[in-house]
């Protein structure tokens, strides 16, 4: 009798696979083309497999939405200057991550499937939302200064001219974008101008 391996299930890396296979779904088709059969046939998994750990689309879904914040601020917070005094600390990070992203990598498309997500659902604006106002919350004494401001909404630009495909979405054009505002960032006059309130609600 020949004693086969015992292969140990693995939870953690199936529901990973489900959420790139998701992930994969949204970048190739759309957000309207995802469902469950879609992500189980790219996954190469049964529907009931999927369903045994996603008992649903909604939790599929959610499950993407917080692996991709998750990618999205681990990067952000691997970019923050060590300097915890300097400022616009967290909104200088928040812009490097994003003009430094290149969408023709496949890691990188998560923030494609961020953008899609935001414009097609307000329940995930709004937690997006709660995750930048956590940090900016975390960073108030560093980052509440006009100049922060605007660095967080060239960002915010970008990601919209990358959702659209526009003109200035080339990698070029975003590195000459990005070393203008670090050029902008680092005059004395400006980075340190500015009311260090606390932002509004909603305020990002």
Not at 155 to 175: H, I, V
């Amino acid at each position: 009798m020949i004693n086969l391996p015992h292969r140990k299930n693995n939870p953690e890396a199936l529901r990973a696979k489900l959420l790139d296979a998701a992930a994969g779904v949204i970048i190739e088709h759309g957000l309207p083309a995802l469902t469950l059969e879609s992500v189980a046939r790219q996954a190469g998994v049964s529907k009931g497999g999927l369903l045994h750990h996603y008992p649903g689309k909604d939790a599929l879904v959610d499950g993407l939405f917080e692996q991709v914040v998750n990618w999205f601020g681990g990067l952000v917070e691997a970019t923050l200057d060590p300097d915890e005094t300097s400022h616009g600390r967290f909104s200088r990070a928040y812009l490097q991550v994003i003009a430094g992203i290149d969408m023709s990598l496949p890691e990188e498309k998560r923030l494609a499937v961020l953008i899609l997500m935001l414009s097609s659902d307000p329940r995930y604006c709004g937690l997006w939302n709660n995750w930048v106002e956590a940090r900016l919350d975390e960073h108030r004494q560093t980052d509440s200064t006009p100049l922060a401001r605007t660095l967080r909404l060239a960002a915010d630009g970008l990601w919209l001219s990358d959702l659209g495909g526009g003109p200035d979405s080339n990698p070029a054009t975003r590195r000459e974008i990005l070393k203008f505002l670090e050029d902008l960032d680092a005059a004395p006059a400006l980075s340190v101008s500015g009311s260090q309130t606390e932002p509004h609600s909603g305020e990002r």
